[in-house]
């Protein structure tokens, strides 16, 4: 999905001039993925631990990887951000805290017009009655809007606040670099993505795109909201996982794109799971056949 | 009925009061910072007649003494024309002919500092062409209902007044009694020498001779350690705002250790408005001390120059006692996130200084770094656009402590004790830990 919206990033500049900067971690699968269909070739991996060393590098797919060692807080303001466009995906394995906004904020004041930002965090509510004095400690009192509760924190109500929490962060860090701009020549932050993904665990991915003023109209070019998963505001997209087998989905596959998918012809699989492979299915990760023993 | 708006009783009164200029206003400034207003307006002048701001040969003499206060410049005088319309009013009126790179910005300094010392006070000025003289008594101008002053003696018309006579000089003397008392002090006096010297290190840099009771103030300057390993970061702009522009230049590095000179520093048309600054202003512990930390003396060796240059002083972000920054300016806030870009690999780099002084080892690089480093001043010194130090020596990678707290009661703990064979409540804390994780927790 990421591929689909990054390339339509080419009315901005070619795409495989931008930069990428993730958390590779051993598997830098985002980063092949990236390499392999955007070309791109500048790429920066932050790793907090630099006690395994030795086993990023070995891990390392291609050359154009460079690694950084660190917490993202401290590596980001050492990169250069003067005249390059970035791709950044601060993809976190824990929930929305302070650490999180600060790079979001870092981002949001030195990433130059054309650049995107994805964050991803972990969503799943908190103990039932801990959860708006958890999401305090780790945001500070002053970042948590003053209409949620322990209830609507419940759910999807973690995704949702912490989406509020991000895009807060974001308009703040936004408005002071905007100070000093005049009008026409403003800072703007358009959010693209907003998924909700439930595989057992829940967790919220949010992002969009940084862009003056004056690029409006090649923004309004890459025609971002003609792709169906895109969502600007607080609705999220929902991604589930289907439970199928691969001969299942091949079965689908060969009937697939269709018009309703309830119509498909494999009543043995139960019909959600249908129709959640019909809208994921292009983006479904491919498997091989591999005989053991 | 409805009452017509033009009729008197309409009118609700808004005049402002001398009481209020007199009394109230020198409230909002400290003593040496009212006196220093009076140093900025001489150099506002010596910029009106050298706006390539080279100060050679131009002084300005402070006396602070319990009996009058006196401060004499030949930074080539106030015409009296300037004197008529302008510099005698309260607040900056439109019209006056600005000068590029001023300090003096708000038209409040002088009378605030005048009121502030006495209650007499003497003006003389010359320029090129004119003279006056101006004496008053405020007590008496205070029970006036006319808003003016009056010349005492006036020339205009002069021919080729010589260039070391164009200047002016305030005294004032029956100094209030609490000012007379303060320049009594040794102490005061070393602290104004010292503010005056700070507010105004650049212009004594570019040759102006400022004094205070006879004693030249001498410059020192701006420093920040440097080397091919070790350099400091420099972010430059040229911001354009309300049809003016703002020349910004922010320095972040290292410099000798010492906590009461740490921080930022911020200056405008090279008025240091913020000195060693080491609060939120400047970004210490922003968000939630997870982008930048509160400050600490591990950080006494930092310093951070934040330098606004503008021809139009109006454009800078300070307060109106020039104390400070005017923190909500959209200008600082935009400049704000600089400095935290700036700010952050240095504090990363005093971290990491810091515990390298409990390595078991001798191979210390980044202290080494800092010792082989020279003092440079920031007008020549090498720059990066990150702050630029050399990595930490590799060292092997420890598990990750935390510590654990407990009360038990101490005849339990004394039985385990025997059992363990240990004679310290450590030692049973960490053997029953030890006891447990190995059957309970071990794969």
């Not at chain 2, 020596?393 to 025997?418: A, F, H, W």
């Amino acid at each position: 999905m990421f591929c689909e919206v990054f390339r339509r990033l080419v009315e901005f500049g070619r795409v495989d001039t931008y930069r990428y900067i993730g958390f590779g971690s051993t598997f830098f699968s985002d980063f092949s993925l990236f390499h392999k269909s955007l070309k791109i070739t500048n790429n920066v991996s932050i790793e907090r631990e630099i006690g395994d060393k030795e086993r990023f590098e070995f891990n390392l797919p291609y050359s154009c990887i460079e690694l950084k060692f660190g917490e993202s807080n401290e590596i980001l303001p050492k990169l250069p951000w003067d005249d390059v466009r970035t791709i950044i995906w601060l993809d976190y394995d824990s929930p929305v805290s302070q650490s999180v906004l600060t790079d979001v904020a870092f981002v949001c004041a030195n990433a130059s017009g054309g650049s995107v930002l994805v964050v991803t965090v972990d969503a799943k509510p908190d103990h039932y009655d801990k959860r708006i004095q958890s999401l305090k400690e780790r945001v500070g009192e002053q970042k948590v809007p003053r209409d949620l509760s322990d209830a609507k924190l419940g759910g999807w109500g973690t995704a949702d606040a912490s989406r509020r929490i991000i895009s807060n962060e974001i308009e703040a860090t936004l408005n002071s670099r905007n100070g000093v701009r005049g009008p026409g020549n403003k800072f703007e932050y358009k959010q693209l993505f907003n998924f909700h993904y439930a595989d057992g665990h829940k967790m919220l991915t949010v992002g969009g795109i940084l862009y003056d003023e004056g690029q409006e109209d090649l923004l309004a070019k890459c025609g971002f909201e003609n792709l169906e998963f895109i969502k600007t505001g607080k609705e999220p997209y929902l991604i589930e996982v289907p439970s199928l087998t691969l001969k299942e989905i091949r079965h689908l596959d060969k009937r697939l794109p269709c018009c309703d998918p309830r119509d498909l012809d494999a009543s043995w699989i139960p019909e959600r799971d249908r129709v959640c492979y019909a809208k994921i299915y292009r983006y479904f990760p491919a498997f091989v056949d591999a005989e053991i023993g | 009925m409805v009452a017509n708006q033009n009729d008197k009783s309409y009118i609700i009164d808004a005049r402002p009061t001398k009481d209020f200029f007199i009394y109230m206003l020198v409230k909002d400034i400290e003593l040496s910072r009212a006196i220093i207003d009076l140093v900025d307006n001489c150099i506002d002048g010596a910029l009106r007649i050298r706006p390539d701001r080279n100060f050679e040969d131009l002084y300005i003499r402070v006396e602070a003494t319990p009996n009058y206060f006196r401060i004499n410049d030949n930074c080539g005088g106030i015409s009296v024309d300037i004197a008529r319309l302008y510099a005698f009013r309260f607040g900056r009126p439109e019209g006056l002919p600005s000068i590029p790179h001023s300090v003096g910005q708000f038209g409040v300094g002088m009378k605030r500092a005048l009121f502030k010392l006495g209650s007499k006070f003497r003006i003389e000025s010359k320029t090129e062409t004119s003279r006056f003289v101006l004496n008053e008594d405020v007590n008496e101008w205070k029970n006036k209902e006319e808003w003016q002053f009056q010349f005492d003696e006036l020339e205009e018309d002069l021919e080729n007044v010589p260039p070391d006579q164009r200047g002016t000089t305030i005294k004032v003397t029956s100094l209030h009694k609490n000012i007379a008392a303060d320049f009594q002090l040794e102490n005061f006096i070393n602290r104004l020498r010292q503010e005056i010297r700070e507010a105004h290190q650049e212009t004594i840099e570019k040759g102006m001779a400022i004094s205070l009771n006879g004693v030249a103030l001498d410059a020192y300057p701006l420093e920040l350690l440097s080397s091919d390993e070790l350099q400091p970061a420099l972010y430059k702009d040229k911001i354009h705002q309300n049809g003016g522009s703002v020349d910004v230049k922010v320095y972040a590095g290292i410099a000798e250790s010492d906590p009461p000179k740490a921080g930022w520093y911020i200056y405008c048309n090279g008025r240091m408005v913020l000195g060693a600054d080491q609060t939120n202003i400047t970004g210490w512990g922003e968000g939630g001390e997870i982008t930048i930390p509160k400050y600490h003396n591990q950080f006494a060796r930092f310093r951070g120059y934040t330098f606004f240059d503008s021809d139009d002083a109006g454009l800078l972000p300070w307060n109106t006692t020039k104390t400070g920054v005017d923190a909500d300016s959209p200008i600082y806030r935009y400049v704000k996130l600089k400095m935290l870009k700036l700010m952050r690999p240095v504090i990363d780099f005093l971290n990491k200084l810091d515990s390298e002084k409990n390595l078991e080892t001798d191979e210390k690089p980044l202290q080494e770094s800092v010792s082989t480093a020279t003092a440079t001043s920031v007008a020549c010194i090498q720059t990066s656009s990150t702050f630029k130090a050399p990595k930490p020596s590799p060292r092997p990678p420890l598990p990750r402590l935390g510590r654990i707290m407990y009360n038990r009661p101490v005849e339990q703990i004394e039985k385990i004790k025997k059992i363990l064979k240990v004679t310290t409540y450590k030692a049973v804390g960490e053997e029953t830990f030890d006891y447990f994780y190995d059957r309970e927790c071990e794969e």
